[in-house]
């Protein structure tokens, strides 16, 4: 059930509440759903299927997993890599819920008004939007200013956000000072995180029940007081409303696409590591099935919520939906503090609002920590794994890389990280290479054997049929889209970064894309032999000492760790054996019983 949980947790985070509502809006309402249940069961459920079950057969994170072909090593180094960027940017959005959390325990929310020594005299609280629209009643006045005055008037919630918050600059040439209140926040979140992963998945497991359940009883209580509010009807209506051209649109399925893979976490190797943890014989094809449940079901209820707020928030100004749903961080702290301060007993609802920001994005974080250490200790020996200072040391460096964004310039910095480091582009290019590796390198029958030995039978075959064919395919049609239509990156829309800032965004992009060609050519070159020796040789697998379970009888358990399980001359035997932690790289470890099942050999 830790497991369950953990998934949950890492899976369910804060692109289901903030980016699936809105695509889902902007992309045809309800005839969105049929795009992203496609791409579910072509790519989301087929990836973290694999992932899953990679990590419990080979009882590794997400690096020394990929010894089942080890000239594609690389791919462990590309997911580390990938999940770094992720733990190093992803915690600025905790420690802004962390920060707006705080401010939120007041009387009077500081986001509600104009009179704090932040906001500037083109601060207006609320007005009726459509009182000055198309260019009609121009004599109409607010707080002495005519329509024209305020078509320059920005809200108090928005000079909170980039005045107080943010202390914006010019751009990214322009850091400026630290923000030290946002710093402070920073800090707290990370030694939260520190402490409830030092001690590894026992610990997790456990801290993960509250932070992955909270959630939903704060969506449920949020669901029950916006569909009572004002204007809640005709948010949902927006939300649901299938608009059936938009399926033509090729961007529709390329959003669909994006989402499934960012909302199932796949390509950063923490799945894999939550499936190191489990029992060999888990059934880990059940839980994917539950687990791509909750997670897709959570994102369309969450819509729900979203958009009976948002709905008042319309009614409330004078505007259409369509100027208030916003996606990412605009919905976050912006769009949805300016609705909630407009409720009865505001800070109570914003206390909620953020707690429940902070709980979806920190389980999220516990994990994507936990499957960058995992592969980092699978790589030390066991004498060097002093787990408590290199997850010390991964929050620090990650803390200080961090301070780059808590300056006055640092949500160019934070953009940078989002759009390229952690991108779609970096999570397709990563889910295309598993396929084939263990579709095409390792062999898709033999994959679907070794997990028919850890739960008893062989999943339908439409797995087999994903890894080899459909999934790859998807996944480079959807990156080929992202290269042919790749646009520079703007802050806002208005801000265009400067070339430089583009070539730190690729870099950190290619960082983890070129891990995988750089490393299988430095393993082909680096070993001895023709071509085809060295191919043979270079993705033969190398077991561990768990494999014990595949020993056959006579057969010497140092062969285990170079050659396959089952061979011509044994049968396979299935051995009761500890399940040992990954990093034992020898059998001398293993405590092993008398056999009791035997299981004919499969070609």
């Given at each position: 059930?830790?497991?369950?949980?953990?998934?949950?947790?890492?899976?369910?985070g804060l692109g289901n509440v903030w980016r699936f509502p809105y695509l889902c809006y902007k992309n045809?309402?309800?005839?969105?759903?049929?795009?992203?249940?496609?791409?579910?069961?072509?790519?989301?459920?087929?990836?973290?299927f694999l992932e899953i079950s990679l990590g419990q057969f080979m009882k590794a994170g997400g690096i020394a997993m990929w010894n089942i072909a080890p000239l594609f090593k690389g791919l462990g180094y590309a997911s580390s890599v990938i999940v770094f960027f992720c733990n190093t940017y992803y915690i600025m959005v905790l420690a802004w819920a962390f920060y707006y959390l705080i401010k939120s325990f007041t009387a009077v929310l500081p986001w509600s008004t104009c009179t704090n020594y932040w906001n500037t005299e083109n601060c207006i609280e609320t007005f009726r939007h459509d009182a000055c629209r198309n260019g009609t009643n121009s004599n109409y006045t607010f707080m002495n200013k005519t329509c024209e005055e305020l078509e320059n008037a920005t809200s108090p919630i928005i000079e909170f956000w980039e005045n107080k918050v943010l202390h914006i600059s010019e751009g990214l040439d322009s850091p400026g000072q630290i923000n030290w209140e946002v710093t402070l926040c920073l800090l707290a979140v990370w030694v939260l995180v520190y402490f409830c992963v030092w001690k590894g998945v026992k610990s997790t497991g456990k801290i993960v029940y509250f932070t992955a359940m909270f959630p939903y009883l704060v969506l449920l209580i949020l669901l029950v007081r916006g569909v009572t509010l004002p204007g809640a009807d005709d948010g949902i209506m927006y939300y649901l409303k299938p608009n059936w051209s938009k399926i033509q649109e090729a961007q529709v399925w390329i959003d669909a696409g994006t989402q499934v893979f960012f909302?199932?976490?796949?390509?950063?190797?923490?799945?894999?590591?939550?499936?190191?943890?489990?029992?060999?014989?888990?059934?880990?094809?059940?839980?994917?099935?539950?687990?791509?449940?909750?997670?897709?079901?959570?994102?369309?209820?969450?819509?729900?919520?979203?958009?009976?707020?948002?709905?008042?928030?319309?009614a409330e100004q004078g505007v259409d939906i369509s100027e208030v749903a916003k996606s990412g961080p605009g919905l976050a702290f912006i769009a949805y503090p300016k609705a909630v301060s407009m409720m009865p007993v505001a800070p109570v609802w914003s206390t909620l609002f953020f707690l429940m920001l902070l709980m979806l994005?920190?389980?999220?974080?516990?994990?994507?920590?936990?499957?960058?250490?995992?592969?980092?200790?699978?790589?030390?020996?066991?004498?060097?794994?002093?787990?408590?200072?290199?997850?010390?040391?991964?929050?620090?460096?990650?803390?200080?890389?961090?301070?780059?964004?808590?300056?006055?310039?640092?949500?160019?910095?934070?953009?940078?990280?989002?759009?390229?480091?952690?991108?779609?582009?970096?999570?397709?290019?990563?889910?295309?290479?598993?396929?084939?590796?263990?579709?095409?390198?390792?062999g898709a029958n033999r994959f679907m054997d070794d997990i028919a030995r850890m739960i008893g039978y062989r999943p339908f075959p439409w797995m087999k049929w994903c890894w080899s064919f459909f999934t790859p395919c998807v996944c480079m049609g959807i990156f080929m889209f992202y290269l042919v239509n790749y646009?520079?990156?703007?802050?806002?829309?208005?801000?265009?970064?400067?070339?430089?800032?583009?070539?730190?965004?690729?870099?950190?992009?290619?960082?983890?894309?070129?891990?995988?060609?750089?490393?299988?050519?430095?393993?082909?070159?680096?070993?001895?032999?023709?071509?085809?020796?060295?191919?043979?040789?270079?993705?033969?697998?190398?077991?561990?000492?768990?494999?014990?379970?595949?020993?056959?009888?006579?057969?010497n358990t140092q062969n285990l760790l170079s050659s396959s399980p089952g061979t011509e001359d044994n049968e396979v035997i299935i051995l009761k054996s500890s399940m040992l932690p990954a990093r034992l790289k020898g059998p001398r470890e293993a405590k092993i019983t008398k056999k009791t099942t035997t299981i004919p050999k499969t070609s």
């Open positions: 059930m830790d497991y369950i949980m953990s998934c949950v947790g890492f899976a369910v045809g309402g309800g005839a969105f759903l049929i795009p992203y249940l496609l791409f579910i069961f072509l790519g989301g459920i087929p990836i973290f909302s199932y976490a796949i390509g950063l190797g923490a799945l894999s590591a939550l499936g190191s943890y489990n029992r060999f014989n888990n059934n880990c094809y059940r839980d994917t099935f539950v687990l791509a449940l909750i997670n897709s079901g959570t994102s369309f209820f969450a819509g729900f919520v979203v958009f009976s707020i948002l709905g008042f928030m319309a994005g920190l389980d999220s974080q516990f994990v994507g920590v936990e499957g960058f250490i995992t592969g980092i200790l699978d790589l030390l020996p066991l004498k060097y794994s002093k787990r408590k200072i290199i997850v010390a040391s991964c929050c620090i460096l990650c803390f200080f890389i961090d301070l780059s964004m808590v300056t006055q310039g640092g949500i160019y910095v934070f953009q940078l990280f989002d759009y390229y480091s952690a991108s779609g582009m970096t999570l397709l290019w990563q889910a295309f290479w598993e396929c084939i590796v263990v579709a095409w390198v390792y646009k520079p990156l703007t802050y806002n829309s208005v801000y265009v970064y400067p070339w430089w800032g583009e070539m730190i965004g690729w870099c950190m992009a290619l960082s983890s894309m070129l891990c995988i060609p750089i490393s299988v050519a430095y393993k082909l070159i680096m070993a001895k032999g023709s071509f085809r020796q060295r191919w043979e040789s270079l993705t033969k697998p190398v077991w561990g000492a768990h494999h014990l379970e595949y020993m056959a009888p006579g057969t």
